[in-house]
């Protein structure tokens, strides 16, 4: 299976060091003339799309930029999608667990066919991505959630929380990144038709994080905790963020399994606690 991963940001380079088959093209698409041409030059059996918009220095960028991020997050993913039908290329289309909002229809979490409620710029972008490419035959999205990983990087959540003086503390679920490279190839593998929630089964709130932090990495850090109002109320953000708890019943059917969220979060910061004092 030869790989070709769009895209040169913090999921696409992380793929594509963990692939022996994957090349990576970070040449810009603008039009479905430029996706063909590329896929004329990989060669590729199968497309993951990385390319995405999510705002410097986060998402609170989106809401002045609605031209630039619904451009990134939505018309440029059809026309990658258009390009892949036309070569009868399977693609998987990175996707977000952030067109959620709060309580879930069922107490088990947001499932795979519950319409999203998107509240934010972003979110929108992502959903009607979602909402476009759910359509095309032959065409997977995985929807990844608060990205946690053992090597340290400004898209980490665990360098995200130890940078913040404030933090909601929230229960959420989650995406460990070792876990999602791995399901990545095997839906790929599989060629697999739909939408899927990659995340660790349960969830897991901030300050879990943080107390599993402090005892495992740096017992010196602190921090103050305040709820999510408190967030756009202090000026810490424009809008709210997405909280949520998603299920993977797609994943179910397939047979494939993420670890549970709180053990492979253990496992992801003792690691990253080794890289950290190699450094």
């Given at each position: 299976?030869?790989?070709?991963?769009?895209?040169?940001?913090?999921?696409?380079?992380?793929?594509?060091?963990?692939?022996?088959?994957?090349d990576?093209?970070?040449?810009?698409?603008?039009?479905?003339?430029?996706?063909?041409?590329?896929?004329?030059?990989?060669?590729?059996?199968?497309?993951?799309?990385?390319?995405?918009?999510?705002?410097?220095?986060?998402?609170?960028?989106?809401?002045?930029?609605?031209?630039?991020?619904?451009?990134?997050?939505?018309?440029?993913?059809?026309?990658?999608?258009?390009?892949?039908?036309?070569?009868?290329?399977?693609?998987?289309?990175?996707?977000?667990?952030?067109?959620?909002?709060?309580?879930?229809?069922?107490?088990?979490?947001?499932?795979?066919?519950?319409?999203?409620?998107?509240?934010?710029?972003?979110?929108?972008?992502?959903?009607?991505?979602?909402?476009?490419?759910?359509?095309?035959?032959?065409?997977?999205?995985?929807?990844?959630?608060?990205?946690?990983?053992?090597?340290?990087?400004?898209?980490?959540?665990?360098?995200?929380?130890?940078?913040?003086?404030?933090?909601?503390?929230?229960?959420?679920?989650?995406?460990?990144?070792?876990?999602?490279?791995?399901?990545?190839?095997?839906?790929?593998?599989?060629?697999?038709?739909?939408?899927?929630?990659?995340?660790?089964?349960?969830?897991?709130?901030?300050?879990?994080?943080?107390?599993?932090?402090?005892?495992?990495?740096?017992?010196?850090?602190?921090?103050?905790w305040?709820?999510?109002?408190?967030?756009?109320?202090?000026?810490?953000?424009?809008?709210?963020?997405?909280?949520?708890?998603?299920?993977?019943?797609?994943?179910s059917k397939?047979?494939?399994?993420?670890?549970?969220?709180k053990?492979?979060?253990?496992?992801?910061?003792?690691?990253?606690?080794?890289?950290?004092?190699?450094?």
């Amino acid at each position: 299976m030869k790989i070709l991963i769009l895209g040169k940001g913090y999921i696409g380079t992380r793929c594509v060091n963990s692939w022996p088959n994957a090349d990576i093209c970070t040449e810009k698409i603008n039009s479905i003339d430029d996706a063909l041409q590329i896929l004329e030059q990989y060669q590729p059996d199968v497309v993951l799309n990385t390319i995405g918009i999510k705002g410097k220095p986060n998402v609170d960028w989106c809401e002045t930029h609605q031209i630039e991020t619904m451009w990134g997050n939505v018309v440029v993913p059809i026309m990658i999608a258009q390009a892949c039908q036309e070569k009868n290329i399977y693609l998987l289309h990175i996707g977000s667990g952030c067109v959620y909002y709060g309580d879930s229809p069922s107490p088990d979490g947001w499932t795979e066919d519950d319409f999203a409620n998107p509240q934010a710029t972003y979110s929108k972008s992502k959903y009607a991505a979602d909402l476009a490419l759910s359509e095309f035959p032959n065409t997977g999205i995985a929807r990844i959630r608060m990205p946690l990983d053992n090597i340290p990087s400004p898209s980490n959540i665990i360098d995200k929380l130890v940078t913040y003086e404030k933090i909601i503390d929230v229960e959420n679920s989650l995406t460990v990144i070792e876990d999602m490279v791995d399901v990545l190839y095997q839906l790929m593998e599989k060629k697999a038709i739909g939408i899927f929630h990659l995340t660790n089964p349960g969830t897991i709130r901030h300050k879990e994080i943080i107390e599993m932090y402090q005892k495992i990495v740096d017992s010196s850090i602190t921090k103050k905790w305040i709820s999510n109002d408190e967030l756009v109320k202090q000026g810490l953000a424009v809008k709210g963020r997405s909280n949520n708890c998603l299920q993977s019943e797609n994943l179910s059917k397939l047979g494939i399994k993420m670890r549970p969220v709180k053990e492979a979060v253990k496992d992801t910061l003792e690691k990253y606690a080794t890289l950290k004092n190699k450094a």
